[in-house]
């Protein structure tokens, strides 16, 4: 039996031990750097900028780690090369990198090659045009690339559609706007890339003059229909014959139809009874569809439909006030609305009530739209407008009222051009 003097001294032992720890506590701001930097790296880029890099110097610190930059973003002809290549190899662990219209991208793409080895994700965008072996370098050394969006960067290739079997983990492609992109390339990526669940070409108007065919549609979808998840076509040269069998890629969660000219309306109203996953739906150009398809797409479809976050009637002429009705009645969660040249819409009143949670709502160019009320939706952050007297006047109406809504002015019908106002 312990004695009362050994129970006494464990006792004071245990209380000495306690208080020790206690004094010994510096709180928050002094976890150690190799502790507070695991930490940070399950947050992401913007959540660490805003919420970790004000608490102190040390969290400002440790939060500017390299490692830590997991994704670069540069963009403007006026950027300096040596800076762009200067921060790849800074933050040669980044894993997604986006440059947009600048001056040199086969130095930058040099650079890439030689630092950013954990590189999955890169778009390089309407740059000059670039070398085939520069991209073929890619290939070889960035053995991680899950996807590669060339959107409007010109390149010629001999094998580079041949060598894409060489990234293995390659799911998402985009070589839209390429004029050198044959019909026969298409064929190509589509058959060495082996675990492609994403296939956008938004614009293929090649120089040869040698069209997309509904052959060649239907050679896309035989081999993709089971696993695409995300679908961008070019739809200008295709026949209605080609839509039914877009409509069968059931496990499409994000559809762009562009210039879907042909698409038609008995295709478009019952789409909703194979594509049961989507989440973005993209309709732009579709001059058969009716105001009465779109109703019945939403009405009839509405348990399918309801997930949409996002929509987009570029163009859709058909479309009227019914239409738009039935498309607040049934999407109340969307997050994104494109009504731009959409001639015949003149109503959204109900879009304001129904879809609050709508962040982003173009309505350029819809020349017949009036507005009874000021009243948005209150989570609406970016407003696409034409120069028209009513949306202008709908804008200074908006901030007499105190709307704070980023306004941006549309400079033409025929382009994504626009400025801030």
């Given at each position: 039996?312990?004695?009362?003097?050994?129970?006494?001294?464990?006792?004071?032992?245990?209380?000495?031990?306690?208080?020790?720890?206690?004094?010994?506590?510096?709180?928050?701001?002094?976890?150690?750097?190799?502790?507070?930097?695991?930490?940070?790296?399950?947050?992401?880029?913007?959540?660490?900028?805003?919420?970790?890099?004000?608490?102190?110097?040390?969290?400002?610190?440790?939060?500017?780690?390299?490692?830590?930059?997991?994704?670069?973003?540069?963009?403007?002809?006026?950027?300096?090369?040596?800076?762009?290549?200067?921060?790849?190899?800074?933050?040669?662990?980044?894993?997604?990198?986006?440059?947009?219209?600048?001056?040199?991208?086969?130095?930058?793409?040099?650079?890439?090659?030689?630092?950013?080895?954990?590189?999955?994700?890169?778009?390089?965008?309407?740059?000059?045009?670039?070398?085939?072996?520069?991209?073929?370098?890619?290939?070889?050394?960035?053995?991680?690339?899950?996807?590669?969006?060339?959107?409007?960067?010109?390149?010629?290739?001999?094998?580079?559609?041949?060598?894409?079997?060489?990234?293995?983990?390659?799911?998402?492609?985009?070589?839209?706007?390429?004029?050198?992109?044959?019909?026969?390339?298409?064929?190509?990526?589509?058959?060495?890339?082996?675990?492609?669940?994403?296939?956008?070409?938004?614009?293929?108007?090649?120089?040869?003059?040698?069209?997309?065919?509904?052959?060649?549609?239907?050679?896309?979808?035989?081999?993709?229909?089971?696993?695409?998840?995300?679908?961008?076509?070019?739809?200008?040269?295709?026949?209605t014959y080609s839509f039914p069998s877009i409509m069968r890629s059931k496990y499409l969660k994000y559809l762009c139809l562009n210039y879907a000219?042909?698409?038609?309306?008995?295709?478009?109203?019952?789409?909703?009874?194979?594509?049961?996953?989507?989440?973005?739906?993209?309709?732009?150009?579709?001059?058969?569809?009716?105001?009465k398809s779109v109703k019945t797409l939403f009405m009839e479809g509405k348990k399918v439909m309801s997930k949409l976050e996002a929509l987009d009637?570029?163009?859709?002429?058909?479309?009227?006030?019914?239409?738009?009705?039935?498309?607040?009645?049934?999407?109340?969660?969307?997050?994104?609305?494109?009504?731009?040249?959409?001639?015949?819409?003149?109503?959204?009143?109900?879009?304001?009530?129904?879809?609050?949670?709508?962040?982003?709502?173009?309505?350029?160019?819809?020349?017949?739209?009036?507005?009874?009320?000021?009243?948005?939706?209150?989570?609406?952050?970016?407003?696409?407008?034409?120069?028209?007297?009513?949306?202008?006047?709908?804008?200074?109406?908006?901030?007499?009222?105190?709307?704070?809504?980023?306004?941006?002015?549309?400079?033409?019908?025929?382009?994504?051009?626009?400025?801030?106002?």
């Open positions: 039996m312990s004695s009362l003097s050994d129970i006494t001294s464990s006792t004071y032992s245990l209380r000495d031990s306690s208080k020790s720890t206690i004094l010994n506590s510096k709180g928050y701001r002094h976890i150690p750097d190799n502790v507070l930097l695991i930490i940070f790296s399950y947050f992401n880029q913007d959540e660490v900028v805003k919420n970790l890099m004000p608490v102190s110097q040390q969290w400002r610190s440790v939060a500017e780690h390299p490692s830590l930059r997991k994704t670069l973003k540069f963009s403007g002809i006026a950027r300096d090369t040596a800076e762009i290549c200067e921060r790849i190899w800074r933050y040669n662990q980044a894993q997604t990198i986006h440059v947009r219209r600048i001056c040199e991208p086969v130095d930058v793409l040099r650079q890439i090659c030689r630092c950013s080895e954990n590189l999955k994700h890169l778009t390089l965008r309407h740059c000059p045009q670039i070398f085939e072996d520069s991209l073929r370098h890619l290939l070889l050394t960035c053995k991680n690339l899950e996807s590669l969006d060339l959107k409007g960067t010109p390149f010629r290739a001999l094998i580079f559609y041949e060598e894409l079997v060489l990234a293995q983990s390659l799911s998402c492609v985009n070589f839209s706007e390429n004029p050198y992109l044959l019909p026969s390339n298409i064929a190509t990526i589509i058959l060495n890339c082996r675990k492609l669940t994403g296939f956008h070409l938004s614009s293929f108007k090649p120089i040869n003059k040698i069209n997309l065919t509904d052959s060649d549609c239907y050679f896309i979808l035989s081999h993709t229909v089971l696993k695409l998840n995300s679908l961008t076509l070019d739809c200008s040269t295709l026949s000219y042909n698409f038609d309306s008995s295709d478009f109203q019952d789409m909703w009874k194979s594509l049961k996953n989507l989440t973005s739906l993209k309709i732009r150009f579709a001059r058969q569809l009716t105001d009637l570029t163009g859709c002429s058909g479309l009227k006030d019914q239409g738009v009705i039935a498309i607040a009645q049934c999407c109340s969660g969307l997050k994104s609305l494109v009504l731009r040249s959409c001639k015949n819409v003149s109503d959204i009143g109900v879009v304001f009530k129904r879809c609050q949670a709508l962040e982003v709502l173009n309505i350029a160019f819809c020349s017949q739209l009036r507005f009874g009320s000021t009243m948005m939706p209150k989570n609406l952050k970016i407003l696409f407008i034409s120069d028209d007297i009513q949306l202008r006047n709908f804008v200074d109406l908006l901030r007499t009222k105190g709307k704070t809504v980023a306004v941006k002015l549309c400079e033409s019908e025929y382009n994504k051009n626009y400025s801030n106002i």
